[in-house]
């Protein structure tokens, strides 16, 4: 596959801003970056490409953050995740680029706009049984979109109430996750040559933009920021949906 210039230079733009995001928050890469890089790639190359990505920020991240994980939570969403992972990973290889980029762009408008909900601090703690379900469904849109974060924090904001321990726990939960959505898309023929030469091209996007986003994680007003990502997904997805 031959790259043009301009995919490159928009690409990077994507992943630095997804990646911000995603270090900031601990969430958001798939989210955000997905249904912008199909803008510029079919979608069975911008999930793999993307789950590339998340794999190495998992790297950079997790490091610092093993002790403040809440490992108890996680064991039930893991082994829900794998199981959607797989359901995911065969629709993607399925379904015709279209009709997945049209229910790409419902389930974006769904999740961005969930975003903006307020977390009610007297919510119930949820049973280990709805933390295998909502891994399921994670994983499956995981595999289809690499979209499975928002499943994971709606379930995870009911368990854990501290910010720097949910965060630390969801980039826990995301390198287990995308570890085996890579063993996975490996096995399956979705990470070739040309995904990994194109990761090679946004790293510089990918280390700037996690940089950035663990520095500005004290600082940063996160109220008006996830409100600006919320306005530009809603955006995207009706694109996708009208496409």
């Known amino acids: 596959m031959h790259f043009t210039l301009l995919q490159v230079i928009f690409?990077?733009?994507?992943?630095f801003f997804a990646f911000f995001t995603r270090a900031l928050f601990g969430f958001g890469?798939?989210?955000?970056?997905?249904?912008?890089?199909?803008?510029l790639f079919?979608?069975?190359?911008?999930?793999p490409l993307e789950a590339v990505f998340e794999v190495v920020l998992s790297g950079l991240l997790i490091k610092g953050e093993l002790q403040k994980i809440d490992k108890k939570v996680l064991i039930p969403l893991i082994l829900g995740s794998m199981i959607g992972t797989l359901i995911g990973t065969y629709l993607l290889k399925s379904f015709a680029?279209?009709?997945l980029l049209r229910l790409l762009g419902f389930v974006i408008i769904l999740f961005s706009l969930n975003l903006l909900r307020k977390?009610?601090?007297?919510?119930?703690?949820?049973?280990?049984?709805?933390?295998?379900?909502?891994?399921?469904?994670?994983?499956?849109?995981?595999?289809?979109?690499?979209?499975?974060?928002?499943?994971?924090?709606?379930?995870?904001?009911?368990?854990?109430?501290?910010?720097d321990i949910l965060r630390a726990t969801l980039i826990g939960l995301f390198a287990v996750d995308f570890s085996w959505r890579l063993v996975v898309f490996t096995v399956t023929g979705l990470?070739?040559?040309?995904?990994?030469?194109?990761t090679l091209y946004l790293t510089p996007a990918l280390v700037l933009g996690t940089i950035l986003?663990?520095?500005?994680?004290?600082?940063?007003?996160?109220?008006?920021?996830?409100?600006?990502?919320?306005?530009?997904?809603?955006?995207?997805?009706?694109f996708l949906v009208m496409k």
């Open 11 to 15: 690409g990077s733009l994507v992943i």
């Open 29 to 39: 890469g798939g989210l955000i970056s997905i249904p912008l890089l199909v803008f």
């Open 42 to 47: 079919d979608l069975n190359f911008a999930v």
């Open 97 to 99: 680029n279209d009709i």
């Open 119 to 163: 977390q009610n601090q007297d919510e119930h703690v949820l049973p280990a049984p709805v933390g295998v379900l909502t891994g399921i469904i994670a994983g499956t849109l995981g595999g289809m979109f690499g979209a499975g974060g928002p499943p994971f924090v709606i379930y995870l904001a009911h368990q854990i109430k501290t910010k």
């Open 191 to 198: 990470i070739t040559k040309d995904v990994l030469l194109m």
């Open 213 to 238: 986003g663990n520095k500005s994680f004290f600082t940063i007003n996160e109220a008006r920021y996830r409100k600006l990502v919320v306005i530009l997904l809603v955006i995207t997805g009706l």
